[in-house]
């Protein structure tokens, strides 16, 4: 059955030397992450009971046991503010604390149990006797063994229950609070200067709900401060500043018109947004007319991302090149309408793309050239690149993979064929 695989893998390839991966959606998502300093920070000790040991500018918070007079023991506790996080859904939260030295007469307490509890104090008013209770248990710190060692813990679910309160806080104690030995973590707090702080690491998704929408005008070629007017699910309006045009956030998804005029001219583009989306619309204004039965091609090009100065040519009815100039591109106007390839030079680096051409079309191309990789959001974004650019080989792939699962199908029914015939001759000495 060597012939099922290759030929299912070949029609994959066929299908994606065909169609590249557009045609196959995926749901886009924003991936977030933040890092949270606490707002209070501090600990306690049983044998001061009523005293504020920190009082919200000690550099370090501990959690042990305490075996010589005064015999007792340590809390550490830890609130961070969750009322900025809006992600969706939270897939990994960590906490990282710097450990410091452990005083004279101590020995490193190696773990310290991290637990819940609630968030009802303040690290200038926290003592033993109104500590808030302890509650259930998170994990355990480990690894706890010299001054500057990092250590985590992963408290996904706890963050993630708690992002409805807007507050999480934690308590640092020893595993069992028996006092039978001076052990002790001390880890630094926020206070510190010249050392890590207590951070929250929090990574998560949310679905986009809104999209973005970049409107530039030129006239003539160059691009031109202009009134642009937007309608559609929401009415906005704004002033391009050259170039850099004039960005609309926070847009309802739907479709728009985005219209404008400089001069004597006025125009307006259609464009529909999906949430997530950020589209760049530009809308060409014009002193005098096209020709009825020519065109207009501009053509910009950028390296790495940035336009730059770049050499640009046509090929088709008519063979042009002139010269970029940053963002403005080159125009060739009046040219007559059809099929070119359109081609950009800079840094020894080229590209060349295909653009058709209709009467009194007005059209902006870009030749995007890189001299490292070019940048991508995600390995999905990569795969399409790298399809689209390798599509025609794909296919031959896909056609030479279904070639040879044929051929080992056509042996495969050969030699039941012959097994057949084996069975029949065997049966008819048997019967005869």
Not at 64 to 87: H, M, V
Not at 90 to 102: D, H, K, Q, R, Y
Not at 250 to 271: F, H, K, N, R, W
Not at 343 to 372: A, C, E, K, P, R
């Amino acid at each position: 059955m060597k012939w099922l695989p290759l030929m299912m893998l070949g029609a994959v390839f066929i299908y994606v030397g065909l169609y590249g991966l557009s045609e196959i959606p995926l749901p886009q998502r924003f991936q977030l992450s933040t890092d949270l300093t606490p707002t209070d920070d501090g600990y306690v000790v049983s044998y001061n009971p009523d005293v504020v040991v920190g009082d919200g500018v000690g550099t370090k918070l501990a959690a042990g046991t305490k075996a010589t007079a005064p015999i007792g023991i340590q809390r550490g506790l830890i609130k961070w503010d969750l009322s900025s996080i809006d992600y969706t859904t939270i897939t990994l939260a960590t906490i990282s604390l710097e450990v410091g030295a452990t005083p004279s007469g101590y020995t490193y307490l190696g773990t310290v149990d991290v637990h819940k509890t609630d968030n009802l104090w303040l690290e200038t008013s926290i003592t033993w006797n109104n500590q808030p209770a302890l509650g259930a248990y998170i994990g355990s710190l480990s690894g706890i063994t010299n001054e500057g060692d990092m250590v985590q813990l992963e408290i996904t679910s706890y963050v993630q229950n708690q992002l409805s309160t807007g507050t999480l806080s934690i308590i640092l104690k020893h595993p069992s609070e028996t006092v039978s030995a001076s052990e002790r973590a001390d880890f630094f707090t926020k206070e510190s200067v010249a050392h890590s702080v207590p951070t929250l690491h929090i990574e998560g998704g949310a679905e986009p709900t809104e999209a973005i929408l970049t409107v530039r005008v030129s006239y003539d070629g160059t691009w031109v401060d202009a009134t642009v007017y937007l309608t559609g699910p929401e009415t906005r309006s704004g002033i391009t500043s050259g170039i850099a045009g004039v960005t609309f956030t926070s847009l309802t998804p739907g479709t728009y018109i985005a219209s404008a005029s400089y001069l004597d001219d006025s125009d307006s583009e259609q464009v529909t947004l999906a949430a997530g989306d950020d589209k760049l619309v530009a809308i060409l204004l014009f002193s005098i007319p096209a020709a009825p039965d020519k065109a207009t091609l501009t053509v910009k090009i950028s390296y790495d991302g940035a336009w730059v100065n770049g050499l640009a040519s046509i090929d088709g009815p008519e063979q042009l090149s002139g010269t970029t100039q940053d963002g403005y591109g080159y125009t060739f106007s009046d040219i007559t309408v059809g099929t070119y390839t359109v081609s950009g030079w800079y840094n020894g680096f080229s590209d060349s793309s295909v653009v058709t051409l209709s009467t009194g079309d007005v059209v902006i191309w870009s030749i995007n050239l890189y001299g490292t990789p070019p940048p991508s959001n995600d390995w999905w974004e990569f795969l399409m690149d790298f399809v689209d650019k390798f599509r025609t080989p794909i296919f031959w792939c896909g056609v030479g993979f279904v070639v040879i699962g044929f051929l080992y199908l056509v042996k495969d029914l050969r030699g039941n064929k012959r097994k057949e015939d084996d069975y029949r001759r065997f049966y008819r000495r048997f019967l005869i």
